[in-house]
């Protein structure tokens, strides 16, 4: 093997590493604070707010990715969810609830915003809109991954001051303020580390929304425990097999003729079909 097929498997593994562990954390994170085992921080927003400023990006005549460019495009999501973090998480009980109606809402009218700059677009840029519009591990920029990954080491410190607050939680809010937690302050940090982690992994390899649905959701069935950190381990590993396994799909089933995030929605749509099936069953 030459040296340099060696040190692209080597940052293939790597990527695979850092977006596995960011994801799947993330999105742990979220379905502990907000206690639904069938969301995922996607609902936020961060894919389609990404789409959008490439798409602008595009509109104005950036066309190549530039460490700047990366740089802009997590600032700009994360400055955006921070701000509703902040102006919606008061201290009242039904504020989360409130910042996920608007993070629907503010999904929907990003995806229409991106439409509307598409249309306008020559073939020649809105193809280059669709490449940015799925997921790929071969597609990231080298220089931007230093960087990248210091936003990411903050973003995971944050998750992992909150590890065992984040254990106390999934029993429950009134339960958690019982035994002491302060749980209004324990969901805005962590949600200020979700986002962090959240746009760094977008920003790295694009959209990927079930990813973390996936491996979180298969995690928990093969521990029996219920704290952050058990989870949480099992959770990045099942998240690596999984992105490891479909980029193997990707590469040698399909030679290159689909993408990642095809293979990942659909199993991802199944599989969170099957959640739904079960919950409704179980009640």
């Known amino acids: 093997m030459t040296p340099y097929i060696l040190s692209r498997r080597?940052?293939?593994?790597?990527?695979?590493?850092?977006?596995s562990v960011l994801t799947s954390l993330s999105t742990l994170s979220f379905q502990t604070i907000t206690q639904n085992r069938l969301l995922s921080p996607a609902i936020m927003g961060f894919d389609q707010i990404y789409l959008l400023i490439q798409t602008t990006m595009i509109v104005i005549g950036i066309r190549q990715s530039s460490t700047a460019q990366i740089l802009l495009s997590?600032?700009?999501?994360?400055?955006?969810?921070?701000?509703?973090?902040?102006?919606?998480?008061?201290?009242?009980?039904?504020?989360?609830?409130?910042?996920?109606?608007?993070?629907?809402i503010l999904t929907t009218f990003a995806s229409s915003l991106t439409?509307?700059?598409?249309?306008?677009?020559?073939?020649?840029?809105?193809?280059?809109?669709?490449?940015?519009?799925f997921a790929s591990i071969n597609s990231y920029h080298a220089k931007s991954l230093l960087v990248l990954s210091v936003i990411a080491i903050l973003g995971l410190w944050v998750l992992y001051r909150l590890k065992k607050y984040m254990s106390v939680l999934v029993l429950g809010d009134d339960l958690a303020a019982n035994l002491g937690v302060n749980v209004d302050k324990v969901k805005r940090y962590a949600l200020y580390g979700i986002a962090l982690c959240t746009s760094v992994s977008t920003a790295l390899i694009g959209p990927i929304s079930f990813l973390g649905l996936l491996s979180v959701n298969i995690a928990r069935q093969h521990v029996k425990?219920?704290?952050?950190?058990?989870?949480?381990?099992?959770?990045?590993l099942m998240s690596m097999i999984l992105l490891l396994g479909t980029q193997v799909i990707f590469e040698r089933v399909m030679n290159f003729n689909s993408s990642l995030t095809v293979v990942l929605n659909f199993c991802g749509g199944l599989y969170f079909f099957y959640l739904i099936m079960k919950e409704r069953f179980n009640d």
Not at 225 to 236: A, I, L, M, P, Y
């Open 115 to 133: 439409q509307a700059l598409e249309m306008i677009l020559d073939p020649n840029e809105f193809s280059i809109v669709q490449d940015r519009a």
């Open 10 to 19: 080597i940052t293939t593994l790597s990527l695979i590493a850092i977006v």
């Open 225 to 236: 425990s219920e704290r952050f950190t058990d989870v949480g381990k099992n959770s990045v």
């Open 74 to 104: 997590v600032f700009i999501m994360v400055s955006v969810m921070m701000s509703l973090y902040h102006y919606i998480l008061v201290k009242k009980e039904e504020s989360i609830y409130i910042l996920l109606l608007l993070g629907m």
